[in-house]
Each structure stands twice: as C-alpha cells, then as structure tokens.
C-alpha cells in the first residue's frame, strides 16, 4: 500500500464517523502521518500527537497512556485538555481502572458514560465516570500493548448505534496502527524471540480449540434433531447420509458409534426387508472394516473429532 493510498484509507474511515459536523480534512489526516514519520523526540512527539487526535476525532481531550520504566504494570499519561474531566480523587481512580481494563483488553473499547446516578454507588472496573464517550485504542508490539490511545468524546445525550461503536472502534485502531510506527522510532521496544512466538502460536491453538469444540458442539445438536427420521426411499436415506459426513469430514469431525464408540462414518444400506435401508457406522477395527448398527431410521448422532490416518501397509512393513 503507498502513503497516498494509506492516507486515503485513513481519511476514508474517519470520514465515517458520525460527525455533528463535517470530518477532518485530508491535510489533517496528512499532518499525523507527518509527524508520524518526522524526528521530534518522544515527548515532543506525544505533546502534538494529542491534538491532532483530538483534531482527527472532533474530541475535547485525549490521553497517550505509556508503560512505566522500572515498575512492573504501572502505566503513566501524557494528558492533553484532561484537567476538567474528573474533579475528584474518587473518580481519578474509577478512571485509572477503566485505563487498566482498556490496556488489559489489546484490543479497541469504547466506554460510555456511567449514568450519574449510577457513578457513586458502582465500583466495577468498567465505570466511566467522566460523563463522555472514552474510546481506547492499544498500540501492539509483538501482540502485546507498548502504549494505549485514550480520547475523550464531545458529550452527547444519545447512545452511540452498534453500527457507530463499530466505526469509532475500526477509525482508533487504524489510527494506533500507525501511532505504532512512530513510537516505534523513538522507542525501545524488545526484538522478537522464539520464546515469545512459541507462546502466541500455543495462544492461537488453544483458542483454536475452543472453536473446534464449539463447532463440534453446535453441529451435533443441530445433527440430533433428525434422530427418529426416515425419507421416502433408500436412495434419500443415502443422500441424507452422505449430506452429514460431508459436513462433518469438512470440519474435520465424525460421527461416533454407539457400539464401541469409535469414529465412524454414517451410511444407509439396502438389508434384508429393510424397505428404505438400514443406518449404520461404517469404521476400521483392529479386525478389518466393521458396519455397527442397522436401525432404520436416523440414529442419534454424537459427534467426535476425526481420527488419525491409519498407517498403510507399505509404512508398517
């Protein structure tokens, strides 16, 4: 992507914002990339970077929250036009949890305001007791937060639409993707390691089979609804059987026998008197190619992951 087409983008998505007024100008979204790629020290950089947020987002205040040096989870801000914003040290530290919460998330929040009936008698992490829209955007390192955006909306009566949260979430994470770039530069950030990686990709599979799991799940409940049926013939019998394993074996999944519970795939065959056929479950064993079963209606179907490849003769020899 060229520098046009990213200031583009950019301006494209913080057009959308829903604006009481028009939304910041090309020559605005152009001036963050400038100071983005510029050479001013960290703090001068953090200093202009607020107001043009504040700019980009049509925001009263905004606040560049960093990683404390030499204090493990402490964070400290670079607050533009805050003062204002909490008048007591009560809701200083109702705000301070709120920042930790939005750091915790690495990922982009937006906190409405805390009712004010409600922001005296609620303790709870999630309490913005500011009377503003607070959006959050986290800049990543290596999957983990170096720096967080945090700006402060115009106030307004109306609830945001969930169509708008997401388009304030999406415009403050392009806007920390590319924060990222300058903090980057003008700081120390800790090179990449095969420890770290290890660990994300352990992250990746763990959450990968929690998804699994809920597909499994999902798909043989939704499979246990047909339990008890038969069609009109042995060839729709087959197609429905044939239908089911070609769902599962794309999710990697199998039926499971109620005989010996083994992976198995369901099938109908023609037997006996059997006018529409018989559902059975089709699976190797230790004594060859077995077919357990034979109701002839759809039998309750359990759903297991799919076994491994059996080993062919030719690699056990």
Known sequence: MTLETDHQSLHQALQELPHEQRGPTVVQ????????????????????????????????????????QGAPGAIFGVRYHMDDLLNTAAEQKKHERLVQLAWSQKQAMLAEPTPAGRRQSTENSGNNPTGHQLLFGPVLHLGEPIALLEVVLRESSATLTPAQRKL??????????????GLRKRMAVPP????????????????AESLQQQIRLTIEARLQQFHGWSFGSLEE?????????????????RVQCPE????????????????????????????GRTFHGGPTTVPLIRVVPKPARRPSLSNTA
Request: aromatic fraction near 8%.
């Open 237 to 253: 019998n087959q197609q429905f059987a044939k239908a089911v394993h070609q769902i599962l074996d794309s999710y990697g999944l």
């Open 168 to 181: 304030y979430l999406r415009g403050i994470q392009l806007v920390a993707d590319r924060v990222y770039n």
């Open 29 to 68: 979204v152009k001036k963050l990339s400038k100071l983005i790629e510029g050479d001013l020290p960290l703090q001068s950089f953090l200093e202009q970077l607020l107001p043009s947020l504040c700019e980009l987002f049509s925001a009263k205040a905004a606040v560049a929250w960093l990683r404390a």
């Open 260 to 287: 010996c519970q083994n992976a198995a795939i369901l099938r109908c065959l023609g037997a006996g008197n059997a006018k529409h056929g018989v559902f059975v479950f089709d699976h190797y064993l230790e004594s």
């Open 192 to 207: 990449a390691t095969l420890q770290h990686a290890t660990q994300q990709l352990e992250q990746i599979v763990t959450q």
